[in-house]
T-cell receptor
Framework: GEDVEQSLFLSVREGDSSVINCTYT??????LYWYKQEPGAGLQLLTY?????DMKQDQRLTVLLNKKDKHLSLRIADTQTGDSAIYFC????????FGSGTRLQVQP | DGGITQSPKYLFRKEGQNVTLSCEQN?????MYWYRQDPGQGLRLIYY???????QKGDIAEGYSVSREKKESFPLTVTSAQKNPTAFYLC?????????????FGDGTRLSIL
């Protein structure tokens, strides 16, 4: 079946850039997604990229897609303490397959 | 404001009891989904529905049931056959059944066993 993998934990200092990585197996998805989850809350759609794009920038967020290596990354510029959360990568045509999430810890 | 409403926020189940989790959306979305999240893990698909009066099993449908009688509503019943129901349940919806539209999520229901 489809598989999405992420590293479990990332710690950065406030003001630095964060890069969260994801690899996937399903190459048929039209879109690939990044979601953010804060403690006890649902998932918030952060951004998504069309599968025929290499890069998408949205304010402090930059998504890079390497289709050959099936690698997706999310870069957060000028990381703030409010960015501390779990970040999920997801792919799929209808129902989504999610990674296990990367916990981002931002230290003041 | 448009959105997805899940209720209740917290739910407790006794042994042998069925419980129903509510999910309502006013986004006029065709497709709706139920996911289960266990601590430290990603989301796993329970059931999804692309259109009213139709739904499909996901990866972990055993012990769960759903209905889709109205476009706005997609309730999930956790039956007594589900032996390990303690989890965080998330409902989502997306715009069009035959295209790849982003899924938007509710705030979740946390289910525990008494």
């Amino acid at each position: 079946g489809e598989d999405v993998e992420q590293s479990l934990f990332l710690s950065v200092r406030e003001g630095d850039s964060s890069v969260i990585n994801c690899t996937y197996t399903d190459s048929s998805s039209t879109y690939l997604y990044w979601y953010k989850q804060e403690p006890g809350a649902g998932l918030q759609l952060l951004t998504y990229i069309f599968s025929n794009m290499d890069m998408k920038q949205d304010q402090r967020l930059t998504v890079l897609l390497n289709k050959k290596d099936k690698h997706l990354s999310l870069r957060i510029a000028d990381t703030q303490t409010g960015d501390s959360a779990i970040y999920f990568c997801a792919t799929g045509r209808r129902a989504l397959t999610f990674g296990s999430g990367t916990r981002l810890q931002v230290q003041p | 404001d448009g959105g997805i409403t899940q209720s209740p926020k917290y739910l407790f189940r006794k042994e042998g009891q069925n419980v129903t989790l509510s999910c309502e959306q006013n986004l006029n979305h065709d497709a709706m989904y139920w996911y289960r999240q266990d601590p430290g893990q990603g989301l796993r698909l329970i059931y999804y529905s692309q259109i009213v009066n139709d739904f499909q099993k996901g990866d972990i449908a055993e012990g769960y049931s759903v209905s889709r009688e109205k476009k706005e509503s997609f309730p999930l019943t956790v039956t007594s056959a589900q032996k390990n129901p303690t989890a965080f349940y998330l409902c989502a919806s997306s715009g069009q059944r035959d295209s790849n539209q982003p899924q938007h999520f509710g705030d979740g229901t946390r289910l525990s066993i008494l």
